[in-house]
């Protein structure tokens, strides 16, 4: 709730808070996740892909920031892109989409603060987006987790099905 008020050190204090939960998924991704779930030539496209949404998002919002945001947000645009992409080449589709969605909710809060039109009730938008993705994200962080842990059927053992 930080992150939608109009008070520039609450504002702030929200996003540190949600950079240090970005930096928790990113090393549980990296810890848990499959180097392998995605193919090294579709991770190198949704690389570009991230990397140009970045680009062009920071340099769009940048003029019309507060000049103090600027910096700030610039970061933890960084931090929460590597997050969706990270969630998206470690643990497959649906946590995929979870920081895909994590990163529009952000998007919407960032227009905001620029400024910039908004659709109507845009904190309903927000706080949709931004639920969809932690369900997205828990589930599909448990799912591949769950899979891990599946153990395998041993040399002449039978599964019950």
């Known amino acids: 709730m930080l992150l939608l008020s109009d008070a520039e050190p609450a504002f702030l204090a929200g996003m540190g808070c949600f950079a240090a939960g970005h930096v928790c998924y990113l090393v549980l991704f990296g810890r ?4 392998y ?9 949704l ?4 990397a140009t949404a970045l ?11 507060p000049a103090d945001l600027r910096l700030p947000v610039a970061g933890y645009s960084l931090l929460l892109t590597a997050m969706a992409y990270r969630a998206a080449i470690r643990l ?12 529009l909710s952000d998007s919407l809060i960032a227009t905001g603060v620029a400024d910039w039109p908004q ?10 987006t931004y639920i969809a993705a932690q369900a997205l994200l828990a ?23």
């Open 92 to 103: 497959g589709l649906f946590t995929g989409l979870g920081g895909a969605l994590f990163l």
């Open 37 to 45: 779930a995605v193919p090294r030539a579709r991770a190198a496209l």
């Open 55 to 65: 680009v062009a998002t920071v340099a769009l919002l940048w003029p019309d920031l």
């Open 139 to 161: 589930g599909g962080t448990l799912g591949a987790l769950n899979a891990r842990r599946a153990p395998a059927a041993t040399y002449g053992e039978m599964r019950a099905v």
């Open 47 to 50: 690389a570009l892909g991230y």
């Open 32 to 35: 848990y996740g499959s180097r």
């Open 119 to 128: 659709p109507p009730a845009p904190d309903f938008w927000i706080m949709l």
